[in-house]
Structure formats: structure tokens, C-alpha cells
């Protein structure tokens, strides 16, 4: 599949634009799903026949906050992984973490056509998931590492006093906005504070802080492209 490269590296692409560079992170891609009517875009679920590909997922769940696309080497990835990636389980407003992977928002419909922020940001931790013992165990052995915290909450262990992501995904949005407004300036903070204004409806501070992201970010990585798709939301709803 083509990538798209923009002359401006911080300018929100075009839908079309927007739809290839998201979709080339997943695995089985079909053509656009997106129709044009005259200046308008319908957007159309876009998950139903995506696969999302293991390796991609694991490359951007391990990517940390530094900039890079992944560690060198990259860590194995654990038992149960590709079972986790495959969920059906989606998500919108979701941060960028150690352990987690921009590749679970699969539903662009309600970002893109019947956007409300206040209706998609996480009000109250979800269930956890059922099954994955060999992953729990994992995650166990490797207590401590942000890495392993972050696969737990993708599994819906989430912790009660964990750090803002923790805060984020159980409903304490104002906090974990709080927390990282507070922390040092890097590609996950720039992100994160542009993902929670998003979803606060503050779509012009929003586009100031994803920009931001966009430029440190790796237009490899999967973040990126997740970025962009909600620079696109702040473009069509603000």
C-alpha cells in the first residue's frame, strides 16, 4: 500500500489521505472506506474485515515514550498476544501508553460522523477481559515494568491508584489531564494531552498539542497515524 507523504508535516491530511496512512498499520487492508457526496465525507465502519496484524501492534505498545518506533531489539512478545490484539473489544479516546496499541481503535464512525467527546470518554473502568491466564501470568512476572501495567490494562486490569493512563481508562479524566499537563515534555505526553482535550471538546488546544505529536512522533509508527485521525476529528467537529 501507498503511504501518503504531506509537504506539511504537521498539516491534517485529507480524509482519503487520512484513511490509507491508518489503515496501512493494520493487516488485510481493503480499499477506502470512505464516499465522497460533493464536499462532504460519509465515513463507513471500517473494522469489520480488518485483522490487526500482532507484530504491528507489539512494535507500538513497546515504543515507550521516547520517540523511537520500538526498542532495538525489540522485546519478545508475550503469551496470548496476537489473542489480546484480536479482540473484538475497541476503543476511542485512548492514550498512548507502554503496553497499549493505537491499532484498537477500529470503529472510525463515531469519531469521524457522530462525534460526541462527552459520550466517548471512559467514565468507569471496563470489565476485565475473560480467560488470557498465560498473559496474567506474565504480566505478574514482570511486575513493575510500565510495559507489563500497560498489557494489564488492556486486559481491563486496571489498577486503583495507577499513574494517568490508569486514571484515564477508569473515568478520572480531569485527573490523568492534570497529571500529564504536569509531566516533562515527550511524544506520549504531547499526545496524551491532545487526545484528553480532544475528548474535553477543546478541539483548538487539542490541535496545538497533537501537532506537536505529529512532528516527534514517527510517521512509521502506528501513534502517528492515530495523532493524525484525531487531528482529522478536531478538523470536521471544531
Not at 89 to 96: F, I
Not at 120 to 129: D, G, I, W
Not at 171 to 189: V, Y
Request: glycine share 6%; proline share 11%; net charge negative.
Amino acid at each position: 500500500m501507498t503511504r501518503h507523504t504531506d509537504a506539511n508535516p504537521t498539516a491534517p491530511p485529507t480524509i482519503d489521505a487520512l484513511m490509507v496512512r491508518f489503515l496501512a498499520n493494520r493487516s488485510d487492508a481493503v480499499p477506502a472506506a470512505v464516499e465522497h457526496e460533493g464536499p462532504d465525507v460519509e465515513p463507513y465502519e471500517v473494522a469489520a474485515g480488518f485483522r490487526v496484524d500482532p507484530r504491528a501492534a507489539w512494535l507500538d505498545a513497546t515504543a515507550h515514550t521516547t520517540g523511537e518506533h520500538a526498542p532495538s531489539p525489540a522485546p519478545a512478545q508475550p503469551p496470548e498476544w496476537a489473542n489480546l490484539v484480536s479482540q473484538p473489544a475497541a476503543a476511542l479516546a485512548l492514550p498512548m501508553a507502554p503496553g497499549h496499541f493505537p491499532q484498537r481503535v477500529k470503529d472510525l464512525h463515531p469519531l469521524l460522523a457522530t462525534f460526541d467527546p462527552n459520550d466517548m470518554r471512559p467514565t468507569a473502568a471496563p470489565a476485565p477481559l475473560p480467560g488470557f491466564g498465560s498473559l496474567r501470568k506474565w504480566v505478574a512476572s514482570n511486575a513493575g515494568d510500565p510495559l507489563a501495567a500497560g498489557v494489564a490494562r488492556m486486559l481491563g486490569d486496571i489498577p486503583a491508584d495507577g499513574d494517568a493512563a490508569s486514571l484515564w481508562l477508569k473515568g478520572e479524566s480531569t485527573k490523568a489531564l492534570t497529571a500529564w499537563d504536569a509531566q516533562p515534555d515527550s511524544p506520549a505526553a504531547h499526545f496524551n494531552r491532545g487526545m484528553a482535550r480532544l475528548f474535553f471538546g477543546r478541539y483548538a488546544d487539542a490541535r496545538e498539542h497533537l501537532n506537536k505529536a505529529v512532528a516527534v512522533i514517527p510517521e512509521a509508527s502506528g501513534w502517528n497515524a492515530l495523532a493524525r485521525l484525531y487531528l482529522a476529528v478536531c478538523e470536521i467537529h471544531g
